[in-house]
């Protein structure tokens, strides 16, 4: 239980920090926030957990292919918010989307047959 809640720690700081930093400095904040640090960490932890070069391997390949359909979100949360829609429902729109090409890259990954 004690590696749990060190897992949610270090995770939950990496994020307060990367809003932080963007409440002061739009660009730094972006640039923390667009680390793949949650995707360091997950390799972190699922190495430490497993020891199973596989599996690791395999996570990270699919990690690849969920990266792709996340990409348009911040296209879409910009050009909405500038636009003059409200911050609310441009979010929304934006995971929405990302939801929507997420079922996409399965159904196509699962076709070429891609193990996502």
Same mark, same amino acid.
């Given at each position: 239980m004690t590696y749990l809640l060190i897992k =949610? @720690? %270090?995770? !939950? &700081? *990496? &994020? @307060?920090?990367?809003?932080?930093? @963007?409440?002061? +400095? @739009? !660009? /730094? !904040?972006? /640039? &923390? =926030?667009? *680390?793949?640090?949650v995707s360091v960490m997950g390799m972190i932890w699922l190495w430490r957990?497993?020891?199973?070069?596989?599996? *690791?391997a395999d996570h =990270?390949? =699919?990690?690849?292919? +969920? %990266?792709c359909?996340? *990409?348009?979100?911040?296209v879409l949360i910009p050009v909405m918010l500038r636009a003059g829609f409200g911050f609310y429902p441009t979010l929304a729109s934006g995971c929405a989307l990302t939801f929507v090409l997420y079922l996409l890259t399965m159904w196509i990954g699962h076709r070429m047959g891609l193990a996502l």
């Open positions: =949610a @720690a %270090v995770s !939950g &700081i *990496l &994020i @307060a920090l990367a809003s932080e930093v @963007a409440r002061r +400095y @739009a !660009g /730094l !904040g972006a /640039l &923390i =926030a667009s *680390l793949p640090l957990d497993t020891k199973d070069a596989a599996r *690791l =990270a390949a =699919a990690t690849l292919w +969920y %990266v359909p996340s *990409l348009p979100m911040f």
